[in-house]
């Protein structure tokens, strides 16, 4: 029943241009922090098993939303796979890496960190920030704060995938989508009916109890 | 005569030492006064350790790590996992970065790669699970885990795998996570887990006062040969493992004998907070 509980909840938590606000903020303020030249966040479509650019800031923005790869390849699967972050700099801009990036993303990055997006025991997907100043040296503290932020971007993700699986339910033609109409039709209707319905669902509930 | 006599050695349980059996168990014991560095490694390349590198796969024919002895891959059809041998390298790059720094430190020793990787993220536990149980099977004498799973479903397994791999005398050398998440193997006793210091020194380790993580290596801006026969420079606690994992191939190869425990108990009194790097 989360799915219609996440329904109901759905009405009053906002909508799919909030959750993408979100995450879009998230990603502005990963590249920012990092004074890096691209930011972007992965989601993991289970079902096909890919990876999939779920917002991107600065290189590479507004190309690269609904770019789909492989969830267990490249420096990103790798993160995504074994939970492991990871800081790849590439002195050369000529290794693999930096071709598989640039295949991807049209641009070829000097060095990226990832690090996994992880609710509970869920892998949600990747943040990964390009391109660091040439002149910094890199800390364990920017690792630590990496895997801080991470932790903000996966609650950001969780939130924008309850949100859809809430919308789905809402959408849906089964018993739980009628249910969750009810309770999104109760939410706007006139108070009288408002509360006949919800008397009416208190007897409901006794009965089913 | 108490119940719990018996009449002779052969019907004791593996549980239990009669009164008269402790002698014939006795352990040849080299300790030294002191254990150091050199007593610990010096002089040793790791020759003749297996060492298995648990990852994305290695890539075969680099510079920087010249010939791996075996390459396997662990694929799931279904649910179906089977491990077979494989020359397709590696998927990522990371694995051949690890098989590189234990090569470095432990030029001698016989590298074997497990791909692990490939399978899809849903398909991700199996593999590893099947990789280790593989590599436990094969009986290494060091196993390279820069890799996690939060997958709890998963766990129980795992657990029982590195407690296998603990009284076979296979050490496993697991990366922690830097990250507030639960996550495994690294967080059992059976294994020796690490993390990562600021040093460039690939033998500075210290042992840690405050487990879980109990020891610190290398992981920081750590040059690394990657695919296509290049180099990166890299951080992250999966790079401080294998240093850790090298330095156990060279105390191994010394003293071949070392059951993890000792191995453990070496690592804490040669570490660079404990014997001065002595």
């Known amino acids: 029943m989360s799915d ?77 796979t074994t939970g492991q972050p990871l800081v790849v700099d590439d002195l050369t801009a000529d290794t693999r890496f930096s071709r598989e990036a640039a295949e991807s993303t049209g641009y070829i990055p000097r060095g990226l960190m990832a690090v996994p997006l992880l609710v509970e025991e869920r892998a ?86 | 005569m108490s119940v719990l006599a018996h009449e002779s050695d052969e019907e004791l349980p593996a549980w239990s030492l009669s009164a008269s059996a402790g002698e014939g168990i006795n352990l040849p014991s080299s300790w030294p006064e002191r254990v150091t560095r050199d007593w610990a490694w010096g002089g040793a390349s790791g020759t003749g350790v297996r060492v298995c590198v648990l990852d994305s796969g290695v890539e075969l024919d680099h510079p920087r790590i010249g010939t791996v002895q075996r390459s396997v891959a662990v694929t799931k059809n279904g649910d179906e996992v089977t491990v077979a041998d494989d020359d397709s390298g590696d998927l990522c790059g990371h694995g051949t970065a690890c098989a590189g720094i234990i090569r470095a430190l432990a030029p001698e020793c016989e590298l074997t790669s497990v791909r692990v990787l490939g399978a899809g993220y849903t398909g991700s536990g199996a593999v590893m699970l099947a990789g280790l149980q593989w590599a436990v099977d094969e009986g290494f004498d060091v196993v390279n885990m820069s890799l996690s799973t939060t997958k709890k479903q998963y766990v129980d397994r795992l657990h029982e795998l590195a407690d296998a791999a603990y009284f076979r005398r296979t050490m496993l050398i697991a990366s922690a996570h830097n990250m507030p998440v639960e996550s495994f193997p690294w967080r059992f006793a059976s294994v020796v887990s690490v993390g990562s210091h600021e040093d460039d020194d690939p033998y500075a380790y210290y042992s840690n006062p405050k487990p879980p993580v109990e020891f610190f290596a290398r992981g920081l801006n750590v040059d690394v040969p990657w695919l296509g026969g290049k180099t990166l420079r890299c951080t992250g606690n999966s790079f401080a493992t294998p240093h850790v994992a090298g330095i156990c191939t060279l105390i191994l190869s010394k003293h071949p004998d070392l059951t993890p425990f000792q191995l453990k108990s070496v690592l804490h009194l040669t570490s660079t907070n404990v014997g001065s790097g002595e």
Do not use: C
């Not at chain 1, 329904?7 to 990963?30: I, K, M, N, P």
């Not at chain 1, 922090?33 to 479509?45: E, G, P, Q």
């Not at chain 1, 309850?162 to 739980?176: F, I, P, S, V």
């Open chain 1, 4 to 80: 219609l509980r996440a329904a109901v909840a759905a009405g009053v938590l906002g909508t799919e241009d909030a959750y993408r606000s979100l995450l879009q903020a998230t990603v502005e303020v990963a590249r920012a922090i990092f004074h890096a030249k691209a930011a972007s966040v992965f989601l993991l479509d289970q079902e096909a098993d890919e990876l999939v650019f779920e917002a991107v800031a600065g290189e590479g923005a507004g190309e690269l939303v609904g770019k789909r790869f492989p969830s267990s390849t490249g420096v990103a699967g790798w993160v995504l």
């Open chain 1, 124 to 209: 949600l997907g990747v943040l990964e920030v390009l391109d660091r100043p040439a002149d910094s040296t890199f800390t364990l503290a920017e690792m630590n704060l990496l895997g801080l932020f991470a932790n903000q971007a996966a609650v950001a993700l969780d939130l924008l995938q309850r949100g859809r699986r809430a919308r789905a339910a809402l959408d849906g033609d089964g018993e739980l989508g009628a249910l969750a109409r009810i309770a999104a039709t109760l939410e706007g209707a006139e108070d009288e009916q408002r509360e006949a319905g919800l008397r009416l669902l208190a007897a409901l509930e006794q009965l089913l109890r």
